[in-house]
Each structure stands twice: as C-alpha cells, then as structure tokens.
C-alpha cells in the first residue's frame, strides 16, 4: 500500500470513528479566548526577515486571521490568531527590493511544517533512533542547566561546545556572550557553502573580509567564473535585481554576461556566452585576461594596486598566462580568451565574480586572488557597476563580554571531529543550533562518529534532522515567523543595513526562541554569566543595540528612543541614509607573491575518469530547505527534476557508458559511493559530472528522508591549501551503470525537439 | 378522473419516493444528539492530520449535493431581538463589515465588556461568564456562510457601502432571536439582485 | 471601457530562478501532490519555467521562457466547455468557474499551451500546513480544472479598493504573486486597454512576439525575446 | 430456406426463447462477474478519483474517449446498415437487420456512458441537460461536448424505436405462445399488437419514414463525434477530414461487428438455416469496400500531413509513424487493411471463417486507429516541455473490458428474450418469394450466383 493510500484510508477510517460519536471533530476542541483582534479578511503586513540563506532579504508577511488548532496549557484547542500567509520582498528594504527568491517564498513552510519539533523532547532511545519523549520546559532547563552547573563545578568549562549556523547581528553577541562568559570553547559558526576562502582572498585583496556588493546595474560586462550569482551565491535576490537593470532596464546598451563553468549552473543558463573551462583553472584564466588587458596597454598593472601586487608575476605583466600558453590547461581557445579581455576593458565598468565552486578547488584561494586582481585591473573594484564592500553595522550592545567571534568556515568541525576523535573527552556537551554537519560534511570527517563520542548533545532545533538526531534533549526554537529576528548583512546592499523585525505571529507550538532561552540560562546560571548578559529577553537586547543608530542619518529619524524603536519595528530595519563602500585598506601582505599550484583532485584519473562537482541546488540550497513540499515539487529550473537528485552527464559520456536518461547509476569516488538516476543534459563537460546538493537526507521529516542520495558524503578530504577550506570541487570519482530506473522530471524535454523525432 | 389528473397523481409519487429516499439518507446520516446540546464535550479528540477539501463522508457529500444544510445549534441563546431593541447597530458588534470581506462574531471578551455588568443573573449570560472564567472562547457555529464547494468569495465592504440594508441578506434581527438562517442565500438570491442594481454578474465576480 | 489585464514577460531578463512558481503556488492554494503523483504527470505549477537547451557541447545556449495562461482573446479553452466553467470575463481573462466545472477536461486539451490543470484527486495538506492557505482564493477539490488566473483576487481586491476611494486603478498597483517576485523585473502586469501603461508600452516592443502567437489564440501575454549583445567590441 | 414452412421457422426461430442451457448460464455469470468488477472499479474511480486512472497532463483524455468514439463508432452496425438495406430493399437483409440493430442499441448505450465515466465529477453531469434553474445558466450551445450530447440521445431514440418498431409483431407472437406472467410482460411489449391491416400498413409506413429519417442522424452523430476532436486546435485533430473519416470508420468497425453477431448467433443458437453464407459474402464484400474506403481516408489524412510539413503535425506524425506508437500504428494497418483486404477480396476466403476472421481484426484495428487518433496527439501538442506520456490503470482495463463483457452480456440476454431473427419478416420473404418483386439483391433462391457477377 502507498503512502498516499494508507493516510487516506487512516483519515477516513479516523473521520467515521469521529463522526459515530459526536459530528464534526472540529466542533469538538475547545477555543481559547483570541489575544489578538485582527479583523477576520483583512489582511495586515508586517515586516520580517528572510532567515533561510546568509543574503538577508527583507520580507513583509501577509498576516491574516486564521484559526489554528494549537496546544495550550496542555489542552488542544483552536485558536483564533494572526497567521502568515505569504511571503513578499519588503519594498523598503535596500536588499531585496520587494522580490523575494523561491526559496525565501517557501519559508512559510518552515513555520507551518508538519513535522516541526512541537515541544521540548529528551532522548528515550539509543543515541540516533530518533526516540524522544516529550518533556516539558521546566524539565528541559533543568536537564540543561544540570550538565552546565556540573562542569562548571569540575572547572571544565571549556569542555562545552556551541556548534551554529553562521550568525549575525544580536544573536550573534548572545551566542558568542553566553559562550564566553561560560568560559566555553568558542562557538563554531558551520555552513556548508560559507564562502570563507572567498572572504579570505578578499581581506588579502582588498582588505575587507567579505563578500562584495556587486552592483550589476550599473555594469556593461560581467564576467562570472562559476558564480551561482542569480541562484544561491551570495545575495541572489539583490544580484536579481541589479542584473535585470543591467539586462534591460535602463537606456543604452544591455550589458553582456559571459559565464566560466564546466556545468551550466542556473546563472550560467542566462549568459550571453558560456564558456566551460578545465576545473580549477578559473585564476589561471582570469590571469590570461589579465595579461591580454596589460599587455595590450587596455590597463595598468599599477592600476591594480595590492590586489594585482599579490600576484606573482603581475609587475612583469604576467608572463606565464599569455593565452596561447594557457589555452590547453584552461580548455579555451586563446583567440576567446583574448576576445573576451578586449571586450572586457572597451566595456567599462567591466566586473569579474568568483563564486563558490572554483573557490572549492586546492588552489581555490589563488583564484579567488586571481580574479580580484582582474577586477582590480579592470578598474571595477569600490566602483559603480563593479564590486562594493559595503560597512557592515556591528551592534553595539555596549557589553564588554559580547565580543564578535572570528569567522570560521566549515573546517573547524573538521578540527572539532578530530579533536573529538583524538581525545573523546574534549567535549563533554554540545549545544547544536541550526547546523547540521552529519548531513554537510563528507564521511570521510567521521562527524557522526565524534558526535556520537559526546556525552550530551541539545539541539535547539526545529528539525530532527541528522545532527539533532543524535540529541539527548532538543529545546526547540520558534520559527523565525515566531521570533524576534535582526541581522546586518555584509553585502547585498551598498548601504549599511541593519534588519530588525518583531514576531509575526504568536508561536504555533510549545517552543522558545533561542537566545531567550540561552538568556534564561545565563539568568539560571548567575554569576559572571548573567552579568554578561544582563538583558532580560532578546528584544530588550534588541532594543539596546539598535538605540545606538538613532543618531546615524538613516532611514528613520525619530524625536525619542521610544518613537525610533516603533519606527525601526515598522519599516524592518534601519539602513544608512547614503551608499557608503568602506575604503579599501591595503590588504594582508604576504611575505611573498602568491603563486598558482595546479589543483589537485583526489584520485588518479585513470582509475576515477570524472571531475566531481556538487553545486547548490536552488530550491533545497545546500539541503536546509529539502524538508518543504514546494521546495522539493518546485521544478529545477534546469534539470526539471522534482521530488529527487540526478547525476547530470554529456551526452556523449552517457553514450560511451550505455547510460540512457533516469537510468540508475552508481558513483564512487575513493571515499565512498552513492547511487542516483542519471540526467542526460549538453550543458556539461565530457569529463565531468556534477550532482546537486540537497537531497540524500537519513532522517529530515516526512517529506525529505530517504530521498536521492547526498554528494556532500562522497567527497575526498581535500583543503583549499590557503585557507584550510573543504576543496568539495577537488573529487575525482568513477561511474557504472546499474539498472534501469526513473526520475521524475517536470519537463519532458531537454531540447525543443525530442531526440525520437532528431532523425527527421 | 382526466389525464392530467393522472400525471399530477404520478409527479406527486415520484416526488414523495424521493423525498422517502432523501429522508432515509439524511436518517441514516443523522448524528448523535451530543452535538445538538450546546455547549459541546470538551475532549481531546485528535482530529484528521490531513486538511482536505473533501467531504468527510459520503454522506456528507450527498447532503451537500442535495443542497441539505445542518441547522446550527448555538452555545448560547443569544438574543438580537433584545440587542438591537436596546438601540444597539450590527456593526457594534460585527466590527469590520463595512471595511473587509467578513464580519467580525465578537469573542467572549468583547461581550463581557458590557455583560461584566449588564444582566449577570440570567442564566445565559452566566454561560457566558463561565466561558470567560475558564478562559475559553464561545464556539458560536455559523449561521450563514457558503459552502466551500460553491467556491465563492463574497466581500462585505462593497455591499455595506453600496448601501444593501443587512437585513436584506439576513433577515430582520429585530424580530429574532437565535439567529436562524432566514434568507437562503442561493446563486438565483445573488444574482436576482445584481441583476436589479445593474452591477456585474460576470461569474469572476464572485467565484475565484 | 473594461480593464484588458495582459502582461509582457522580457525573455532578456528571465532568469530562471523559478521564484515565479513558488511564489504563485504560495497565493493560489495550489496543492503538491508528492513524488509518486508527480511521477505520473499530475503535479500543478500555474507557471513554469520552460528549458530548451540548443547546441551542443561547447556550445550550449539554454533558453527561459515561463509560461502561464496566457489569457487569450481568442482562447479555444472557452467554447468547448459544455458548462461554462471556462469562459470569458468582462475584463479579458479565461475566466475558470470551478464551481461549474464538471471535470470533462476538454479545455485542457484545446489549450495549445498545456498551462490547465486537472485535480486528480481531492488535494491534501499535512496539518498544520493547511494554515499557509489564502482565504481570498477557493481551494479546488477533486475533479475540477484549475488554472493561473492572472491572481483574480488581487485584482478584484484592488478594484474593490479603488472603488472605495473613488478613483481608478492605478497602473502598476495591481501584481501578481509572480510578477511581485521576480527579482529581476522580467515580468509587468497592467492594463493593456490603457496605452499609457507601462504593459501596453512594453507590448509594443519591437522584441514582442506571442507564444504560439501563429494559431490565433491572441494571447495577452507577450514575450519580449532575447537581443544577441551588440557591445563595442575591441576585436 | 425454401423448404422451411412458417410453422419451421417459428419453432427455429422461438427455440431460444424457450430455455437455457447450463454452459449459457456458466458464460453469462462469468460476463456478469467482469460487468461488476468493471462497476466497483467505477465506484472506486468516482469515490477516490479520477487519480486512479492513468490520465494525466497533458494526456487528459485516454481509453474512456477511445471506447467512446469506439462503442459510438460500433453503433453504426446496425441501424444505419439496417436503414440502408431496407430502403434498398435488399431481400438478403431479412435475417439480418435485427441483430444489427440490436448492436445499435446495445453500444450506443454503452458508448455514452463513457462520457460520464471520464468526468471529473461525473455526479453533475446533469448539467449538460438543458432545464431551467434560478442560476440561469444554460449549458453552453457552441460546445462540440453539447452537440454530441444531443445528437447522441436523439440517435439512441431513434435507434431505439427503430429496433422497437418491427420488433412488435415479433413480440406480439411470443405472447401468444407465452402463459402466466411472461404473457403479461409481452403483451405489454406488444402494445396491443393484433396484426390487423391497418396495423401493417401503419408498421410499413413508420418503417420507411425511420429509416430514411435515421441515415442522417447516424452519420451526423459520428460526424459530431469527430468535431469533438476537429474543434481544438490540436496537432492532427484540427482537420477538416475527421468527420467523413469518423463516419466511415464507424460503419467500417459497424460492418466488421456486425458478422462478428451473425457469426456467434449462427454458432450457438444454431441459425445455419438462416444466416447463410451469402449475408456473410454480401457484408464482406460491404467490409472490403469500407476497408478501402479506411486505407484511403488514412492515407489522404496523412499525405496531408507531411505534405503541409507544419511543425506541430510532423511531430505527432513521426511519433506515429516510426516514434514511440509506431509498433500500434502498424498493427493498426494490418488489422485494418493488410489482413482484411485479401480475405475479404478472394473469393474463395470470403468465406463465414474469412470474414469473421477479418472482422476481428477489424474491430481491434479500429480501437487501435481511435487510440492513436487520441493519444499520440495530446501527448506531443505544440510545447515540447510539456510533452507526456499515457499508459492506463487497472481500473481503465477493467472497465473497458467491463463493456465488452456488457455487450456480450446484453446481446445474449436479449437473445434469450426476443426473437434475434425477425420472424415475420421472414414470413414476408417467403411470401415474396412467390410474387418475386425487383431486388437490388439477388434472391436467396439462387445462392451460388450471387457475387459470380
């Protein structure tokens, strides 16, 4: 029996039961008294803040009157309440500019999601079984509070690790303070795609670490090595907008796009010209433009300043990277490489982007310096149509204590499994709040296995997913719907943003909003602690630290504090009154020019023929959002794949192996396998194949689970050599066809002609 | 006895056959008198984890085909006829009929604004009262309303300000006293009015 | 004279980012149906995105192109339905009456844009995922038709709105739920029987063509294909 | 049949009437228990919906459709073949205009369930009746749905009084032969027969004026059939072709039933006396001509085509001709033409065995050629994006097999009750036979000549 078959039954046979006794079940629950007066049918905006990638975009949520059946004081009962309907981009909002991306529009789903954590649970089962019992908060603070006093007590304090989603603004400084003061390791802040070998090259570039603003809409030519800048890299929605001002909206000329890539992306699908290039070979190209643009006297190496000075070579002009010497390492001829140069310097502002993927080899950082320094010859860097960086707003909560942590990339739960592995006592608890790296890192990490060495684990998950699985007590966190919510993004806007948005909505379920919680603790803890964090709830801390803009020309002016809090609560945020890029500062100085390596790829390329490259997806993202219906029965846009995970090959990579389209496949790389349907699709080197991420969850609610497989576990432990990364693009693997099988496509055909009628 | 005499005779027959098989449906559909006596069991019965549009039963669905409605049995005996005799308006209470599309049915805090104090001692406004004791709401039913399967939105507001008298959707209040639904509102109702005022009875008027 | 909503969508700005289709199903109460219904042909996008990939490898062009009803003048969906579910408003939409629809899914065939959607069964939300649905558009049950309305409700809302404040709608108050998301601007929805607005102006671009424009449908959607780029080029 | 007395022919021809045997109560169970399996599949369709069949977008329309144009298509067996040979007078069609149309009756009525069966919601589908409501919504005239729905109901009407009208005298002779209540039941049938003059004269009279009222309404309702198809702007469907190559291929699939009937009923109620070799001779020769008639209608529809090379049409017309329908294309050109046509066109195949054989292959054919007409079309309309694929359920199966099992099922129930062979028509026959008038048909007297010309 399907699924579908078997709920339909249950909720009939559950509807007749109901209905032989007392009619209509709904009339059955008891209503509470409405705390809220909202007209039913009309609906109210109210402003929030998209939480689901690091860009930030602004929201408004549509609230409406709706009754929910909710639990109260133990009882079930239906409440009339506000409730979020839908999701648009806040109009006022300087980085989403009223749009908002599919996957922000979903994010209603997060909160509504059937299989949300509904009250606080401890572990009844062996560690990963996914028993629980449901407690209550009381119970749940003291069970925590219990591990904490006790280390406390044996002065091992260090021995608690805080394990996040990267933060920002407010909760940040409660986070980092909480840590701190508890004299705990510092919080490890883990994403899978968190660009850290990009900021990284970026503070020695251009001494700013972080990702740039790109200000497309003012740029006649856009070069992008494998920048998802239109999908899941960096501010996608703010990128959106600028890019179709570039295309279209404003009189002259379009711009031109001309996409690097050895798979199509989403982006790479809307370029004037794609062209596919050799993996890893992204700085090696941008050096070639490079040297075209110096040697043809289009630029100045001098114009390049330190980002160009980095670069080994560059004074000289760059002698090793003339296109003719470099085409077969690039894979592109060296009459496109010198075209595309000269169209690059005759069509100011010209700008370059780096994205994710080739950031992800062994020599990642070197082509992320690489292509600054092409930005920076290019004259675009600090400069409209080109890349800004734009003042981030620290909060200034006025505490000593709230000190704003370094940023980590993914490496340091590597560091943190090996620390575990090496000494299983290190950790003693872990607070786990949003990050799940037993789904996001490769298995050859063994994550699981450290984690599943720790004594005590609580998550202040949603979600059971793979990591809050492994908890002995979950302290579920609101829907960020439900909470208070503030953040300050580092780039997408050439403003300095500060985003702020009060709840939305009453909490659905019996959860806490985390930094209430943590505050609670810290209030529980006494001492130190609490002094550290001597705010009462989150928007009290909230409350604090936005009072410091009042005085700052912005988008609100406000006679009092009282009045300036109001105004900031209504419009979403303050943002700075005038585009401001911070100057650029000399970069880091090397002690000597950096110097490109050949990238390296784990496996020998007899044994595994293929590059492997996972890309986001751009409705699952880096696999946080597979657990939404519409996320998962959204179409790719490219693949059109719904419900599922593809291997995406060449045509004639398929045709050498005997694989048709949704056949099944089995990938293996030297640190595992994995088996998915294979898509067939010209958009792709013949060398090499690319998976997206996302799917492939053990365990991530009813609609994730057991679907497709996850690229993420396959992958070699290599490192970006500079920054100690994961190189995730530096995989070499091998395929072997399995059997026949299916995938579930939207679209029935790749081309505007089917391949049976081709022969005509 | 003449022809038509016969066809009359026989029209009746069919008619009453089918009324005895309506019957025995809505007989055989009937649920149990806990539902009537108000106010209703507070257990904690978990309804279906799954929201559909379809009717609970397949009798449901044939009631609704017969266009047979349960009648609404209220919590409380509530009065118009005493509110509106006391000089009070609809839109007192049904805030927001002239602004959107439904009308507010005023929660149990709002009729203890004046209950507080007005009339304690009947037993119906002890109900009340004992509602907002134990914190609850009033699970007024609807009296009105269309049935999701007629697909259609109607909006208030426009109505309220082309100055449709209440009374003519809903009856006289003056005269009621549980409200009991007095106007049935079928397509033929809607449309016979908007024929009379000259306003649009394009279908994508009212059904989206 | 009756509003003619049309909409123009500029292929030159569509990126592909599928934000359209989420957010569309979001205010229309479309239902997911699951892996193993979409599997068999019966998952309900109101707008898609259209892929075409052309060449070969190395040279790979992918064309966008988001298609939704295109609300044609001349729309073959509407004389065939024997009810009158499918039918033609005053103001120039295929007007869908779900009401009347019978489930007979003539119109679905006629439509040469394949943009109808049939409920195969009744659809189902996991509660609580039922509150996400907008009380302002009818959730569609078993055996009915259903397709993108050009957001009806909003624009109903809108006019109701004007009305109350005695004026007219006001060019680009009205946006569909796809229109409002898409980030890069690629899509405009006005009032083609005003030539002042900006659907009407954009409309009349030399890049305006119909989709499947040669079968008479008179579609009120226009397409504003791609330009090949003409830079100064230093070559 | 020269030798055969009156009294002969109503003891040959009243004997099934008289009894069953047990092996026709065994295959009427088994029919039953398909016919009910193919109800609760129904049931199950309407109560869960129309998931459970395998239609879907953009394929919306599938088997219900094709045996619909099919069953309507099979109608044409008997009334419009029965109409034409009476008005022709042809004196071989004695023994064989009550089976066809019987056939008539029996698939029109099966054919226009199909309709209600696809629906959606199948339970309104009173709508399409014209009656006055409060709504004031009327069904929508310029539908091809509502067209087919009239001329549907007025061709079953017609059908129906056709079969009713020479079947009287008929029943009015079982009732004499008949006691107890089955008496009451025929003489009701009967209406009153008494065989008087002036009751032959009104029979003759009403006779002609149906049957040359109900040739039009039958080409008529397969034309509009076709519309259904015509009037949407589908690739192959929209073409000015379809209502000729509808017609024709119903009284193509008519024909080919229609020996099938003759066939069985001269097996197994043991009429070899009256279904001779000759009517079978006479319709093959009918079928040959239709099966030409069909190579030539396909052949111009597809010169069409791939002559006009329009872009949309060549896709379908590829996916047909050598894509993924091209295995059941292909069948579809044997069944239809390839096999038939040799057996049908030697003399010495156009035997009962030869025509029945082609028969068979004729109806399968033609339930491939409404198939393809359908399918490979709504699959591959204009968007390539929006491409699909169809293949049906169980639930499909079971019903289509469901309505075979019903016609089987009807016509050997109806079998049982009423004379399959009109008696009295016969009776005529032999009394013409002594007063020979001019037919366009040779006599039965003379077998071995006819078809030697």
Known sequence: MERRDFLKISAATGAVAALEGCGNPDHQLIRFVPEEDMLPGLATWKPSICTLCPAGCGMLVRVMQGEAEVVRNGQLGILKMGLPKKLEGNPAHPISHGRLCPRGQAGLQVTYHPDRIKTPLARSGPRGSGQFQEITWDEAMKQLLSHLTALQTSNEQGKIGFLTSPLRGQRKTIVHGFAAALKAAPPIEFAFLASRTIQEANAWSFGSDALPTVDLSHSNYLISFGADFLGTWNSPVAQSVGYGHMRNGRTGQPGKFVQVESRISQTGASADEWIPSQPGMDGVFALSLAHVILSEKLGTAGAAGHAGALIAGWSEGLPDYAPAAVEKQIGVPAATISRIAREAAANAPAVALIGDGPAAHTNGFFNALAVNALNAVLGSVGKPGGIVFSPVWTSQSGKPGAAEGKKDGESSVRTLAEQIHATPDSVKVLLVDGANPVFATPMAWRVREAFEKVPFIASFGSFIDETTVLADLILPDHSPLESWLDDSPESGSTKTVASLAPPAMQPLHNTRSMPDVLLDLAHQLGGPVAAALPWKTYDDALKIAFSSLQKQKGSVSATDADDFWTKVKDQGGWWSAEDKSVSLAAGKIPAAAVKNTAPQFDGSPDQFPFHFLPFASQLCYDGSLAHLPWMQESPDPLSTVMWGTWVEMNPRTAEKLAIKQGDTIEVASQHGSLRAPALIAPGIAPDVIAMPIGQGHTNFTRYASGRGANPISILAPMVESGTGSLAWAATRVKISHISEGKIVMFGASLTDASPELKHR | MSRSNLGLKRCLRVTVFLGMIILVLSLLDRTSPAQDTAPPPQTMTQSSPIFTPAHRTVMDAVREFFGSRQKPVQPIAYTHKVHLANGMQCTDCHVGVDRGPDARIPSVNFCMTCHQVIATDKPEIKKLAAYRARGEDIPWQRVYGFLPSAHVKFNHAPHIRAGVDCAQCHGDMTKQTVAVRMVDHTMGFCVQCHREKNVSVDCVACHY | ?235 | MAQKTPEQINEDLLRPLSGTSGRYLIVLAFLAGIVIAALCSFFWQVYAGLGVSGLRSPVFWGFYITNFVFWIGLSHAGTLISAILRLANATWRRPVTRCAEVITVFALSIGATFPVIHLGRPWLAFWLFPYPSERGIWPNIRSPLLWDFFAINTYLISSVTFLLLPMLPDLALVRDRAAGWKKKVYSVLALGWTGTPKQWNRLERAMHIMAIAVIPVAVSVHSIVSWDFAMAPVPMWHSTIFAPYFVAGAIFSGIAALILAMACLRKFLHLEEYLLPIHFENLGKLLLVMSLLWFYFVFAERLTAWYGNDPSEMTVFWVTQTGSFSPLFWLMVLCNFVIPFPLLAIKKTRTILGTSIASVTVVIGMWLERYLIIVPSLSHKYLPYSWGTYRPTWVELTITAGTFAAMVMLYMIFSKLVPIISIWELKVGLREEAHPAPALAPSHTQPNEVGAD
């Open chain 3, 1 to 235: 004279m009756a509003h003619q909503w049309g909409m123009v969508i500029d292929l030159d700005r569509c990126t592909g980012c599928a934000a359209c289709v989420v957010a569309c199903h979001a205010e229309n109460n479309i239902s997911t149906v699951g892996e193993d219904q979409a599997a068999r042909g019966r998952a309900k996008h109101w707008i898609r995105v259209e892929r075409y990939y052309e060449g070969e490898f190395p040279d790979v062009r992918v064309k966008f192109m988001p298609v939704l009803c295109q609300q044609c003048d001349a729309a073959p969906c509407e004389p065939v339905c024997p009810t009158f579910a499918s039918y033609h408003t005053i103001e120039g939409l295929n007007g869908q009456v779900y009401n009347r629809c019978i489930g007979t899914r003539y119109c679905a065939n006629a439509c040469p844009y394949n943009v109808r959607f049939f409920n195969f069964y009744n659809p189902e939300w996991d509660k609580p995922l039922n509150l996400q649905l907008n009380p302002d558009v009818s959730v569609r049950s078993v055996g009915i038709m259903e397709k993108c309305t050009f957001c009806v409700q909003r624009i109903k809302a809108s006019e109701i709105q004007a009305e109350a404040e005695k004026r007219a709608v006001k060019d680009g108050e009205i946006q569909p739920a796809c229109v409002q998301s898409c980030s890069p601007h690629a899509m405009v929805f006005g009032d083609l029987s005003d030539p002042q607005s900006e659907v009407s102006r954009l409309a009349r671009s030399s890049r305006g063509t119909k989709l499947l424009g040669e079968l008479g449908t008179q579609p009120k959607v226009t397409y504003l294909q791609r330009e090949s780029w003409h830079g100064a080029e230093n070559a």
